[in-house]
């Protein structure tokens, strides 16, 4: 497994992580046991970062981090959490309090005394403006609550301001080869300035499973279900913000362009693992299979040039005027 340097952290990570939401909820049910499987065999495929958040499943994602790796302390695993979201998104909210007890919450659930990474979990643009909530971050930091910090954001512009701030260790943002707007700015202005990207969403929700098809039923839970026109949070996290019967056909089309003796899904993050700027990317996973399968696409040959072409101008004909103009 490659690893790269995560920005401002100071610690290298492996090219592939593991995104964990779907071990908190919102993507149908995983159990403790089937959760601790899939972290397991993550790690012995060579995944140095788990990426979480204090929301999912209330804590519960953190919780099962905290316990997988109170087994294996030598296991030199990054966790990086995310806080912001257990309140409403409102800038009076961002505040020195919050931020340690949203953070003591967070160590508690994971078992240590010093968070890896924190991730700011996709705030408002005014948040990322104000010269008071890095200040209250870096505080953090000297607290030792934190080694480092971050930032998960929506939009190009939100990851711009925040890689442009002196401290910001790693920005995470959705890019995959539905959504391409980050190549143009956003991960040039992090390789520049020493920011570590962590590319989030890399499957387009499983669109780039090649998987789907349009009778395929998602449980009530599964935010696949229930946010694709927004309803509960932004719905460029779902499906990437493409709607579902073009993504299908996008998908079929993408899926026609994979080398042989890879998957849609490993090639889809061999795309993103080989995009200059980019540090790691988090699939997610909902089997020992999955898991495993994702992890190995970090072995996987480049995606030649013609196929890269491929990708962009399947983007440019069926993506682009849905989502490029938005995030």
């Known amino acids: ?130 010269d008071a909530v890095y200040d209250t971050l870096d505080t953090l930091v000297a607290e030792r ?26 920005v995470q943002i959705i890019l995959n080869a539905f959504r391409r707007k980050p190549l143009e700015r956003v991960l040039p202005a992090a390789l520049a300035a020493g920011v570590g990207i962590v590319a989030r969403v890399p499957l387009a929700s499983g669109l780039l499973t090649g998987k789907f098809r349009p009778d395929t039923a998602f449980a009530a839970d599964d935010h696949r279900n229930f946010n694709r026109h927004g309803a509960s949070f932004d719905v460029g996290e779902t499906f990437s913000g493409v709607d579902y019967e073009t993504g299908l056909a996008a998908a079929a089309e993408f899926t026609r362009l994979v080398p042989a003796g890879a998957s849609p899904a490993q090639a889809a993050l061999r795309w993103v693992i080989q995009q200059p700027g980019v540090t790691t990317v988090i699939p997610g996973a909902s089997s020992v299979e999955q898991a495993t399968a994702n992890a190995t696409a970090a072995a996987l040959p480049e995606l030649p040039e013609p196929a890269l072409a491929a990708i962009a101008e399947l983007y440019d004909r069926r993506i682009r005027a849905q989502v490029h103009h938005r995030w």
């Open 145 to 170: 609550r934190v080694a480092a910090y971050g930032v998960s954001v929506e939009t190009c512009d939100q990851a711009l301001t925040a890689i442009a701030r002196p401290n910001v260790a790693s």
């Open 1 to 130: 497994m490659e690893h790269r340097m995560l920005g401002r952290t100071g610690r290298e990570v492996s090219v592939v992580g593991l995104g964990t939401w779907q071990l908190g909820g919102d993507w149908g049910t995983v159990d403790e046991d089937d959760a601790l499987a899939i972290l397991d065999a993550s790690v012995r495929a060579g995944v140095t970062l788990l990426d979480t958040a204090d929301v999912y499943g209330d804590g519960r994602s953190e919780r099962l981090i905290g316990r997988f790796l109170a087994a294996r302390p030598a296991e030199g695993v990054l966790v990086a959490t995310k806080m912001g979201r257990r309140v409403e998104q409102r800038p009076e909210h961002y505040t020195l309090d919050n931020f340690r007890a949203w953070t003591d919450r967070s160590r508690q659930n994971l078992g240590v005394d010093t968070l890896d990474l924190v991730q700011l979990h996709c705030p408002p643009t005014a948040v990322l403006e104000t």
